[in-house]
């Protein structure tokens, strides 16, 4: 069974820097395609960055703030943030798709491809 583990969320003023991270097992990183994805109440599922083995995607609402990354020794996906704001505070969560999707296709922000979600990380940012 895929298990993808997030952590390092918290609260932060804005402008301040968190950095998340996603273990995953029985899922190769470095070969998959994966996201990270956010929810705020009252809100859809968003994705905000995804990561393949040859290419990196990002939101607008996020470009240039965020980046996504791996570290395939230790099977672990990254989200850094900086620059954080008030609007970035949700619920965030990493996700993996399908390994015959991915061998054809990726990265993506919609969510219908992604099979495996972690439990999620809450990420707050005050002023």
């Known amino acids: 069974e895929v298990q993808l583990v997030e952590s390092g969320g918290g609260s932060v003023q804005a402008g301040g820097s968190l950095r998340l991270s996603c273990a995953a097992s029985?899922?190769?990183?470095?070969?998959?395609?994966m996201g990270w994805f956010r929810q705020a109440p009252g809100q859809e599922r968003e994705g905000i960055a995804g990561?393949?083995?040859?290419?990196?995607i990002y939101a607008d609402s996020v470009k240039g703030r965020f980046t996504i990354s791996r570290d395939n020794a230790k099977n672990t996906l990254y989200l850094q943030m900086n620059n954080l704001k008030l609007e970035d505070t949700a619920m965030y969560y990493c996700?993996?798709?399908?390994?015959?999707?991915?061998?054809?296709?990726?990265?993506?922000?919609?969510?219908?491809?992604?099979?495996?979600w972690g439990q999620g990380t809450q990420v707050t940012v005050s002023s």
């Open positions: 996700a993996a798709a399908d390994n015959y999707r991915c061998r054809f296709g990726g990265p993506w922000l919609r969510t219908d491809v992604y099979y495996h």
């Open positions: 029985v899922y190769s990183v470095s070969n998959g395609c």
């Open positions: 990561i393949n083995s040859l290419d990196t």
